[in-house]
């Protein structure tokens, strides 16, 4: 099974600017990318693929019209995902698997056939995928997982990443000194020696 | 098994008050619990009580220390919990089950012998109910679920439940001209008939 994770460490990540510098942000896109990474190889997946994610849908769509056998498009910023996760997708029965991300993203997704699919990330790709499968006449599965909904890019979201994460990517957090606030309500993150609240 | 619910009609969900007014706030808790009591029907749990959560951990606490059988404590404004959710959770061998919300929550907490236990629902409350199972000696088990991490607290939050969600509270939040939001990165909400993005 071939594993397509588009991605981009040039420039990304400019929502997590009120908190990371740009080479911070470069710093953490790619230990994100190698928890990932780290994670497909032990759920025993091994043939990935970095694609840029520069004109994502025309990329993904390029390669997946030519090819048949199973795919799995995963997203680099998602440091929570266990190997569960990618177990449990990847064993699914049926032709499409959507693994929403927080705000109508879609996360994970897993293509029986990826000729007979094709991709829409623009806005709200969670409904835009579910949409095209059913006018496709292809059985879906939506996989639901709170790990996998934690894509990291805005600053609120760095605190799934201390509170829940095991890889390098939260222990680069813990270098640099980003730690939790604790406030009423959710919890948020502040910077070593800063005593302001940081939002984005 | 009992199924305790911590609920406050009156006055809450202030800040969904960017987008909502109180009578909307009041009803859309209203129905967000009427989702979730009838998920747990489903999934055959009817002893249910509402409790007041005016000072949380003091009522429950007191709940807890009198109970020696199982017992489910679940947060009303989960309207996009699944009758697996509830399944997977009340069917775990484990002494302690604790279902992460966003921000460091506990979203559903599951004590097999009540009082053992203590809850502590300030701050990240679910690194205290980790710690408190950990002192305690407690074998525990991470319940991680997309569906059931989202409480619905936040103005954005409302784009999970239009998106996801399949019962009452969404139905009404359609009727009173709630909408999706397309925009670059996470889709957000608005109001039909305003113009403007409405952000917290």
């Given at each position: 099974m071939k594993i397509i994770v588009p991605y981009k460490k040039k420039g990304g990540k400019s929502r997590l600017s009120p908190l990371l510098s740009l080479s911070e942000r470069e710093e953490l896109a790619e230990y994100m990318l190698e928890d990932v990474v780290a994670t497909l190889s032990k759920a025993g997946l091994e043939d990935v693929y970095i694609v840029s994610d520069e004109g994502l849908n025309a990329v993904l769509n390029k390669i997946i019209s030519n090819s048949t056998d199973p795919m799995l498009i995963i997203m680099p910023d998602l440091p929570l995902i266990s190997i569960e996760n990618v177990l449990d997708v990847t064993s699914s029965n049926e032709d499409v698997v959507i693994s929403p991300g927080r705000g109508g993203?879609?996360?994970?997704?897993?293509?029986?056939?990826?000729?007979?699919?094709?991709?829409?990330?623009?806005?709200?790709?969670?409904?835009?995928?579910?949409?095209?499968?059913?006018?496709?006449?292809?059985?879906?599965?939506v996989y639901e997982s709170f790990y996998a909904s934690c894509d990291i890019d805005e600053v609120d979201d760095l605190a799934e990443l201390i509170i829940h994460g095991r890889g390098k990517s939260s222990q680069y957090l813990n270098s640099i000194g980003i730690s939790l606030q604790i406030t009423s309500g959710r919890v948020h993150v502040k910077r070593e020696g800063s005593k302001d609240l940081i939002r984005p």
């Open positions: 993203g879609t996360n994970i997704l897993f293509l029986r056939d990826p000729s007979t699919f094709r991709v829409d990330y623009h806005g709200a790709s969670f409904l835009n995928h579910l949409q095209i499968a059913k006018d496709m006449g292809l059985l879906t599965r």
